[in-house]
Nanobody, 115 residues
Framework: VQLVESGGGVVQAGGSLRLSCAAS????????MGWYRQAPGKQRELVAV????????NYANSVKGRFTISRDNANNTIYLQMNSLKPEDTAVYYC?????????WGQGTQVTVSP
């Protein structure tokens, strides 16, 4: 499975970005997909996850109410809508899924939020 993220960039604090993650195979086979992030000098942390039907979601406390994860199984893509961005959201954002017990990561996309 290949996961390709896009949509990162530089934005001012308070702005918005939408990240996309395109999978190389049907996402309807992937029970859970999600987003992690890693800031410089910090450990990788979970940002948000979503179940296959889209009804089940979970978020890190730091992004609740600002970020929304969604998925489009018809287009094999998941999204992360990020609003009210803060400088502390600056990180490389990674898409992740697990299929048949194997964890797959994307290459990451950089998000930089300026004060």
């Amino acid at each position: 499975v290949q996961l390709v993220e896009s949509g990162g960039g530089v934005v001012q604090a308070g702005g918005s970005l939408r990240l996309s993650c395109a999978a190389s195979r049907s996402t309807s086979t992937m029970n859970v997909m999600g987003w992690y992030r890693q800031a410089p000098g910090k450990q990788r942390e979970l940002v948000a996850v979503i179940t296959v039907g889209g009804a089940g979601t979970n978020y890190a406390n730091s992004v609740k109410g600002r970020f929304t994860i969604s998925r489009d199984n018809a287009n094999n893509t998941i999204y992360l809508q990020m609003n009210s961005l803060k400088p502390e959201d600056t990180a490389v954002y990674y898409c992740i899924t697990r299929l048949f017990g194997v964890v797959y990561w994307g290459q990451g996309t950089q998000v930089t939020v300026s004060p």
